[in-house]
């Protein structure tokens, strides 16, 4: 990291507000206080309403971030380019995360501009998840965890029964 001029990170927010994600203005208030948050003035800020996706994007003196939100999933993907190594963009993240209310968060963070690492290729992926989310996890899990052990206990008894047939003799 510290040959690294810069820090990109990659952010996926699931099942967000859908008030929020519908609403550009409150998209653009969610930015402007993430950077605000973090000390970073914004020198430029945009914003395109396409059919299905909200655009923004917000300049500030060591970093810029893009926002790509959708509506209709309750997902907004985040890309904020850090080049001010000082910057934090894990408080721009947590800002992003509160004010869009989102219940899951995956993040990868990539280090650019590291000329003597290889690493700096190979992106780091956190993921956090609610409770809710766990819960969910959890449940599916021993739904296929169930179908698997019905499955091998059909086979066990297959074999078994197998065994206990008895041989034919000549």
Same mark, same amino acid.
């Given at each position: 990291?510290?040959?690294? !001029?810069?820090? $990109?990170?990659?952010? %996926? ?5 859908? &008030?929020?994600?519908?609403?550009? /203005?409150?998209? *653009? ?35 810029? !971030?893009?926002? $790509?939100?959708?509506? %209709? ?5 985040? &890309?904020?380019?850090?080049?001010? /190594?000082?910057? *934090? ?82």
């Amino acid at each position: 990291m510290s040959n690294a !001029i810069g820090t $990109h990170l990659l952010i %996926d927010l699931y099942t967000c507000l859908e &008030d929020v994600v519908n609403s550009p /203005l409150i998209i *653009q208030e969610s930015v402007t206080n993430a950077l605000e948050a973090a000390q970073q003035p914004i020198d430029e800020i945009s914003c395109q309403v396409l059919d299905d996706e909200v655009v923004l994007f917000a300049v500030s003196p060591h970093c810029h !971030i893009a926002v $790509h939100a959708y509506p %209709d999933m309750g997902y907004v993907a985040v &890309d904020i380019y850090t080049f001010d /190594l000082p910057l *934090q963009a894990t408080l721009i993240m947590r800002v992003l995360k509160q004010s869009f209310g989102a219940e899951r968060v995956k993040a990868t963070s990539i280090n650019r501009g590291d000329f003597g690492s290889i690493r700096d290729m190979k992106p780091r992926k956190k993921t956090s998840l609610s409770a809710m989310a766990r819960v969910t996890r959890t449940r599916m899990s021993l739904k296929q965890t169930g179908s698997k052990l019905k499955n091998t206990g059909k086979k066990v008894f297959n074999v078994i029964a197998k065994k206990r047939d008895p041989q034919p003799r000549d």
